[in-house]
Each structure stands twice: as C-alpha cells, then as structure tokens.
C-alpha cells in the first residue's frame, strides 16, 4: 500500500493490523463530547459516488468531517455525468479545483485503479466499491468487528485474526463484499469458507484462498463467525436459483440454523439486508447479529484510513512503522 487503497489484496498483514489498530483509537472519539480531530484540517476529499449508497457514502462523509476535513459530495444523478462526461474529465474537473483525495464507487470494475494510475488527478484514491471487484475498507470494517468480539477490543491490540474460522453465506459471484473479505481476512490469518449455491460460484474459485461449501448446514457448527452475502438482483441478468423460497430454504439463516453455531459465533452482515430471504427478523434482531455494530465500526476504520493515507508527514502507509507505534500524536488527542 503505497498511496490509494484500491484493493483488500494490496495490505500487508502489517498494514491491515495498523489500520484495525489506528481504528481502535479513532473509536474512542466518538466517545468524547466533541467527536472531533484537526488532523485533516485544510485538506479536501471528494466522495465520487456513481451508484447509489447509503452506508458507505454516509460514513465516510462523517469520517471525514469528525477529522476535519473539507468535504465535497458527488452523485452522477444530476451532475455532468448524466449529460454524458467521462470519468477522466470529471478527474480533471476534481484536480482543478485542487482536492487531497477521492473517494470513489463505480459500476465498472478497475474504475478506481485506473483513476489511481492514469495521472489525471494528483490526490490520494479510496475505493469504496468497483463493480463485482473490491471493497476493502467494508472488508476492513468486517475484520475490526470480527477482531473486537471474537479477540477483544484490548486484548486484540496488535494482533490478527488467525485461527479463526469464518463463513461467508450468498451471492460469491455478484460480491466485491466478499473477494474483499476473502483476501482480507486470509491475510489476517483467518480460515475462510465459502458457501454458496453452484450457480453463484464464480468461474476459478479454486485459485482464491479459500474453501467452497455448498451445504451451510455442515458449515455452521465448526464457524467462528457467519456473514450472510445479499443476493445482488440488480447485476443479475438471468435466473440462478429456482425461486427466492428455495434459495432461503437452502442458504438463509433462521433461529434454528443459528442455534447451531458455536456460543460466542456471531452473525454478520455488510447490509442492507433483505429479511426473510438470506436472513430472518429472528436472527437479524438478535444479540449475535452485528449489523448495526459493524455500520459505527464502519465510521472509525475509514477515519483509520483516511488518517494514515492523509494525515500524517508521510503519505500513506509504510512497511517500515512498526505495527505497535502510536498512531495519533499526543497532541491531537487533548
């Protein structure tokens, strides 16, 4: 990770744990009366957002402004893109007017990269989203989440995920969610099992670093966490399971599938959740689901990552610092 963050797979083990690190800090402003830091004071990031969020967007954008930022929002619905301009000229239009860093979701796979490299704009990239491709800072805030209740908030200081067993649930095929986590979480030492109907398997698999399952029943009682994947009808363009009554009978996690999970698994889900088909109102109101936790958690790893990226002297993360080194100076916690 040099200067943008396209892509789950460019961290380092490192990296990753600096980040869910400097995250762990960024939460306990949001404890204070003032939920605030200068650290970005001065500085500019446009979030380019060319399909619709709710969650990422929104997260962002207070991430942002609990760091001090000056903070543009973007929409191709009603701006020039409507009218037909190219993402390069909407770079260069951004690079005039002199941003820090870009925020950006995109339909097309690669969107993100190709800003990032292209040179038309000089300001740090964050993917938030490319396509069916990646999605690192949710894979981020996935493994925050998975660290904090499965290690413990302090006790997982400086450490990763490894040895834990995690199961990702639903639409592999339509799903940056889940390429992101796959890399991500087996980076962090994680052991990681897909489990999807044939039809939602994408094509090579077998090279990812992961297991597939197609039976959730065998998966659950041996899983440290399960994370339930949204069925993607809106990038679907032909029919990949009989009927959406099948597809919960096989692959949908109700009261009775959730009894058992070990004690201390959990349930996940990056949202927005369609109820009564990958997850039932039973186990989305539960204790064990972590929806909501994972939104605020959310927040704190993209001010992690927005801090490291623009924050400090350097621009962006190293492989030099040490995983243990403060990540805030003393003076911008008073």
């Not at 994408?202 to 994370?227: F, H, N, Q, R």
């Not at 990056?270 to 109820?275: D, K, L």
């Amino acid at each position: 990770m040099q200067r943008h963050l396209i892509s789950a797979a460019d961290l380092t083990r490192d990296d990753a744990v600096l980040i869910l690190d400097t995250a762990e800090e960024m939460a306990r402003v949001a404890d204070r009366p003032i939920k605030k830091l200068p650290t970005l004071r001065g500085r500019t990031v446009v979030n380019l957002f060319f399909e619709d969020s709710t969650r990422t967007r929104i997260s962002f954008e207070a991430a942002e402004k609990r760091l001090s930022a000056d903070v543009i929002n973007f929409t191709a619905k009603g701006s020039s893109v409507s009218k037909g301009e190219s993402l390069k000229d909407t770079a260069q239009t951004l690079e005039a007017m002199g941003v820090d860093a870009v925020v950006i979701r995109h339909g097309a796979s690669g969107a993100p990269y190709r800003l990032a490299t292209s040179g038309w704009i000089d300001a740090a990239v964050i993917n938030a989203g490319d396509g069916t491709h990646q999605h690192p800072t949710q894979a981020l805030l996935d493994a925050f989440t998975m660290r904090r209740r499965l290690v413990g908030r302090d006790a997982g200081l400086g450490q990763d995920l490894a040895g834990k067993r995690i199961t990702l649930v639903g639409d592999v095929l339509h799903s940056r969610v889940a390429r992101s986590n796959v890399d991500l979480l087996h980076t962090l030492g994680a052991d990681v099992t897909l489990v999807a109907p044939p039809t939602l398997v994408p094509v090579g698999i077998e090279s990812w670093p992961c297991e597939v399952a197609y039976d959730l029943d065998g998966t659950l009682p041996k899983s440290d966490a399960v994370m339930l994947l949204r069925v993607q009808r809106e990038r679907m363009n032909a029919a990949f399971f009989p009927t959406e009554r099948e597809y919960s009978r096989r692959y949908g996690l109700d009261g009775d599938r959730m009894a058992r999970m070990p004690e201390h698994a959990i349930v996940m889900h990056p949202g927005p959740m369609v109820r009564g088909m990958e997850i039932t109102a039973e186990v989305a109101d539960s204790d064990r689901c972590t929806a909501v936790e994972q939104v605020s958690n959310g927040v704190s790893i993209r001010m992690a990552v927005l801090y490291l990226l623009l924050g400090g002297n350097e621009p962006a993360i190293t492989h030099t610092r040490p995983s243990n080194e403060r990540s805030i100076p003393a003076d911008e916690e008073k």
